[in-house]
């Protein structure tokens, strides 16, 4: 089953840009899903398991990386946006 995820960060910091910028790399890191990105939001799409987890990974190594932030997410099962 593919999914859409549509992602929106947002830093606890005022120096937002470098955390947002250092998610969509370590997003683009995984090479079987399509990554788009828009000045509000990264859209994601792939096989559901394979793209939940690397969402998951994505915002555990984020967290470690830049330190807190809110997700704001949409998850669209069985949908292809991109």
Do not use: C, W
Request: hydrophobic content about 35%; charged content about 25%.
């Amino acid at each position: 089953m593919k999914v859409t995820i549509d992602i929106s960060m947002y830093p606890n910091k005022d120096e937002f840009i470098k955390p947002i910028d250092g998610f969509i790399e370590i997003i683009n890191t995984y090479s079987d899903i399509k990554v788009i990105t828009y000045p509000t939001s990264t859209v994601i799409q792939g096989e559901y398991e394979y793209t939940m987890n690397a969402l998951k990974e994505t915002i555990t190594k984020a967290n470690e990386e830049y330190g807190m932030a809110v997700y704001v997410t949409k998850i669209i099962p069985n949908y292809e946006a991109i």
